[in-house]
């Protein structure tokens, strides 16, 4: 027998553990990333969501009601908002969008009625949002998320 071969050396445990926790700070650091990326794209993706969702929700509304002389500016109290009209069963109704406490908001009403703002529903959450109307029948729709991030929309009303 060679007792030289059955021996263990304390290198190669000493090597053995050093590669195993080389490995397990890869792994660690990998996960860590793989974390970071994820929370950032999902913040994104929500901001993201916010703003582009309430623009699209006034361009469709704004298609929806693209006749002569019914979609203008006005103001719901202190606030400034996009007010449709349309006629139904012989009555005029008016639907205001706007935005109060951070929120776009979006009111049905009978034409001679007085807007509050309080009355309207919720419909996303948005910041910064305003309403110009840039020329005759073109309107410009800005929206910021919480971040800050900003768009904005033109659309021009066909009918006009």
């Keep these: 027998m060679n007792p030289s071969r059955n021996q263990k050396h304390f290198i190669d445990v000493l090597f053995t553990l050093g590669l195993l926790c080389v490995f397990a700070a890869s792994a660690l650091a990998v996960v860590l990333i793989g974390a970071h990326v994820y929370k950032t794209t999902a913040a994104d993706m929500d901001a993201n969501y916010t703003t582009r969702t309430s623009l699209s929700y ?11 002389g019914s979609i203008f500016l006005g103001k719901v109290e202190d606030r400034d908002a996009l007010i ?5 069963e012989d009555k005029e109704y008016a639907t205001y969008i706007y935005e109060d406490e951070g929120y776009l908001k979006e009111l049905f009403t009978q034409k001679e009625k007085e807007p509050k703002k309080s009355q309207g529903e919720s419909i996303l959450e948005v910041t910064d949002f305003t309403i110009q109307e840039a020329s005759k029948g073109l309107f410009q729709f800005t929206a910021a998320d919480r971040q800050k991030h ?3 929309l033109l659309i021009h009303v066909q009918s006009e």
């Design 150 to 152: 900003s768009l904005s």
């Design 84 to 88: 449709f009209l349309e006629t139904i």
């Design 58 to 68: 006034i361009a469709e509304k704004v298609r929806q009601h693209d006749e002569s």
